[in-house]
């Protein structure tokens, strides 16, 4: 299995778009990186994408929210562009399976979060 940086598909110094063959079809995986200002997900949303066959989207989204982090007590604005970006490929919040922080602070008085995040394509698997 081969993976190909699609830059035809997103040229963004913050999105990674990732295909690979696996035997007729042809399946993305999609990283991000977004920025205090979430400048990715701003250029996803002004620029939508549709890739049949995303299997996932996975990155460090800088969104702390209460929906996967029971520690934070607020929604975060962003929250609602990332999930409609994530159901707009037919994508769900994959639940960890080792639950836990993914943000540790360097400052004490900063509070440990979890900002890294996957999405994946629960009828698509098996890729295809």
């Given amino acids: 299995m ?12 913050d999105v990674n778009v990732l295909a690979f063959h696996l035997g007729q079809y042809i399946n993305y995986v999609i990283n991000i990186y977004s920025d205090d200002n979430q400048s990715a997900l701003h250029f996803l949303n002004q620029n ?5 066959n ?3 989207i996975t990155g460090n989204f800088n969104i702390r929210d209460n929906d996967w982090d029971p520690n934070y007590s607020h929604h975060f604005v962003y929250t609602k562009d990332l999930l409609t970006l994530a159901e707009s490929l037919g994508l769900d919040l ?21 900002i890294d995040l996957a999405f994946i394509n629960p009828n698509n698997l098996g890729f295809g």
């Fill in 54 to 56: 995303t299997v996932v």
């Fill in 94 to 114: 994959s639940p960890p399976i080792n639950p836990g922080l993914t943000r540790f602070a360097d400052n004490p008085c900063d509070t440990n979060s979890i």
């Fill in 2 to 13: 081969r993976f190909i940086l699609r830059l035809d598909i997103v040229n963004h110094r």
């Fill in 48 to 52: 939508i994408i549709n890739l049949n």
